[in-house]
């Protein structure tokens, strides 16, 4: 049984390793931060990979919206710097958060995978 937890959590860590590096090739053509907004489930069931791909849609917006922020100020359009660089501080947090919880998940499959039969 260990075995197939452990299977089903390799399948969504490639999921999501899939959907980073989507993120990633995409950084520069995104969207309104609006459009990551996390989508509604068509049915009731949990999925692991689905809830951190919205994390990482999340963190991802958080991160487009402040860089947008920083650009207008620099381009003289707003003059919140203290708002643009809270924005950025957010995102900053945010995507450390997701970093650890990644890790954490990575060393939890690790201690799977260790588990005998």
Partial sequence: ???????????D???LNNAASGLVQQAHAIAPAAN????PHNNNT????QTMQDAIAGVNAQDV?????M???DAGRSDDLVGAMLASQEASLSFQML????NKVMGAVDELIKLPL
């Fill in 1 to 11: 049984m260990a075995n197939e937890f452990a299977g089903l959590i390799k399948a």
């Fill in 13 to 15: 860590l490639a999921a």
């Fill in 36 to 39: 990551f907004a996390g989508q």
């Fill in 46 to 49: 949990f999925s692991f990979a």
């Fill in 65 to 69: 919206e402040a860089g947008q922020k």
């Fill in 71 to 73: 650009a207008d100020v």
């Fill in 99 to 102: 970093m650890q919880v990644r």
